[in-house]
């Protein structure tokens, strides 16, 4: 059986900064495992405190641009991002038509440092010739209060606003997004021109100024859903997962709104995965060659993070206990993450030096901590205090003293030494060194 493969086309612009435009659609659709394909409406010179200049593209090679592709390749969904220009909105206009594909508008008027994308004079057209083509638009609140003419201040004018855009352009579906409305939660308000229903979704407004792109990738993750074949509402849904997850590890890069991470979609999956992997491999040496020597009492174990900008969340950490290591059970039932005294040091290493991502605890059996302090360079640290905390003021204080990472931290008051290193791997490597 031939397995198709879905496919995308994103027209819209480039952004040099790599966080918007057709770099975020592309990364979009390839997470989401569609194949991403572009026709190209404008160069803008930008990074993320703004635009500096802009060079449209002729309106005909941006149609000859979609010609080319469908034409040859297909395309299973489209979205537009920046449309500078009526004759752009034109020539776009006439292509979608040519082709029929089911389209996503993200109607983008302004970049996120409020430089203009769009013609004044374009919104006309935007409104009677783009929007009309549209399965979904996709509005913030600023776009949407000029689509519709309605101010915007909370959902239910936002609500007012979408049927307003409905009953006048006629899209088939709406989602006025609410990531320039307050409140804990970032409430879009999605509206359904056919039977007048609305629906809301709604994420936990995350506390970072790293938005740069969330409107392109949430409109080119619906593409990508559209593509695949799944129903709008299904591809709303998981947009909004993935532009959720997109801003929770958004990548602090430049001086203004630094850009959105759509690869975070794939890219903590695959590092669980070689977590998995390393662990595993951890697990199977520690058997052979030290299990008889720590006592499966010890509360202690092995953990592994991911690197940054993901090592933040307790969930991402995998970790085993001695006790589950010698119950000899698979992998997969004995992970865990969440609150344990391990995954908490795992947070404080890394947070200190992004190289250590392993770790192995050995929690008061003094008889082995005696012994692999012998064989390994180990730091003293006598002060107490909350567990993530206290292996960071260790770290801190053995660079500055030792000048160099030690092998093992031995956190006195509570009688914990700490083996660390890059991978799970390593630090069993180290503990079998300092034991042979
Ligand atoms: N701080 C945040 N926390 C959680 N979700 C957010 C946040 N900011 C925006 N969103 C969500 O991101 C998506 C995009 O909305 P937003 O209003 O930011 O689009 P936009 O203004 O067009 O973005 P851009 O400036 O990149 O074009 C929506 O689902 C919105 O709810
Ligand atoms: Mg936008």
């Not at 990364?27 to 993320?48: C, D, E, P, R, S």
């Not at 100024?209 to 591809?235: E, Q, R, Y």
């Not at 030792?402 to 031995?410: G, M, Q, S, T």
Request: proline share 5%; hydrophobic share 45%.
């Amino acid at each position: 059986m031939v397995v198709k493969l879905p496919k995308a086309l994103t027209i819209a612009g480039l952004d040099s900064g790599g966080g918007a435009g057709i770099t975020a659609d592309l990364k979009t659709f390839h997470a989401m495992g569609v194949y991403g394909m572009v026709a190209l409406t404008a160069v803008t010179a930008q990074n993320t405190l703004g635009v500096r200049a802009i060079q449209e593209v002729e309106p005909s090679i941006v149609e000859a641009q979609v010609n080319a592709v469908a034409e040859d390749i297909g395309v299973d969904a489209a979205k537009t991002g920046m449309l500078s220009s009526s004759p752009i909105m034109e020539s776009v206009a006439k292509v979608v038509k040519k082709w029929g594909f089911p389209l996503v508008v993200d109607p983008v008027m302004y970049a996120k440092s409020g430089d203009p994308l769009m013609r004044r004079d374009a919104m006309d057209t935007l409104r009677r010739t783009i929007i009309p083509l549209a399965k979904v638009v996709t509005p913030n609140v600023p776009e949407a209060e000029e689509l519709s003419g309605i101010r915007i201040r909370n959902l239910d004018d936002a609500k007012a606003a979408a049927k307003r855009i409905a009953e006048e352009f006629h899209p088939e579906i709406i989602i006025v997004k609410g990531g320039h409305l307050t409140g804990a939660e970032s409430i879009d308000v999605v509206y359904f021109r056919d039977n007048g229903e609305y629906r809301e979704l709604s994420a936990p407004r995350i506390n970072t100024g790293n938005t740069h792109g969330t409107g392109c990738s949430f409109s080119a993750a619906i593409a990508a859903g559209l593509a695949k074949g799944m129903n709008a509402w299904d591809s709303i849904r998981q947009a909004k997962e993935l532009i959720t997850m997109a801003i929770q590890y958004s990548l602090p890069l430049g001086h203004g709104h630094g850009p959105v991470n759509p690869m975070s979609w794939v890219e903590l999956r695959a590092y669980r995965y070689d977590a998995v992997v390393d662990l595993n491999n951890a697990m199977g040496v520690i058997k052979n060659k030290v299990g008889e020597l720590i006592d499966p009492q010890d509360n202690g174990g092995i953990a592994i993070t991911p690197p940054q900008p993901y090592a933040t969340d307790p969930r991402n950490v995998i970790a085993v206990t001695w006790r589950s290591i010698k119950d000899g059970l698979p992998i997969s039932l004995i992970m865990r993450s969440g609150s344990s005294r391990l995954v908490k040091y795992a947070l404080g290493m890394v947070s200190s030096n992004p190289e250590l991502r392993a770790l192995i605890l050995i929690s008061g059996l003094s008889d082995l901590i005696s012994g692999v302090k012998r064989g390994l360079s180990t730091y003293d640290y006598d002060l107490s205090g909350d567990e993530s905390m206290l292996i960071s003021g260790a770290l801190n204080n053995a660079l500055r003293s030792l000048n160099r990472v030690p092998d093992a931290i031995h956190l006195t008051s509570v009688n914990d030494l700490v083996i660390m290193g890059e991978s799970a791997t390593s630090v069993v490597n180290k503990l079998i060194k300092a034991l042979g």
